[in-house]
């Protein structure tokens, strides 16, 4: 442990920031899982609302950092492809 004044305030500071960081992962974590439960539920309509909700939290994990942008786009991408590829009726596969 940190004996120094400006070590232990050091020590708070990284505490609250990774609680926040874990805090803004966990929610878009929670927030895939529930688009996953969908999109395996074959609901084409609630999954492509649901797909617009999801670029949401995605753009709001990076501007708090909790996801790179370039991370962000592999996963709105990603996600699309997963979406239209369940909305494609099973005639036309």
């Known amino acids: 442990m940190a004996n120094h004044a400006s070590a232990l305030k050091a020590h708070r500071q990284s505490n609250r920031r990774r609680n926040r960081n874990r805090n803004n992962r966990s929610t878009l974590r929670t927030a895939l899982k529930k688009f996953s439960e969908k999109l395996n539920s074959g609901k084409s309509e ?11 939290q995605v753009d709001k994990a990076v501007r708090k950092g909790a996801l790179s942008a370039n991370a962000a786009a592999r996963h709105k991408s990603r996600l699309t492809r997963h979406c239209n590829a369940t909305s494609v009726p099973a005639a036309e596969k």
Not at 47 to 56: D, E, F, K, M, N
């Open 46 to 56: 609630e999954t492509a609302a649901g797909l617009r909700g999801l670029y949401s």
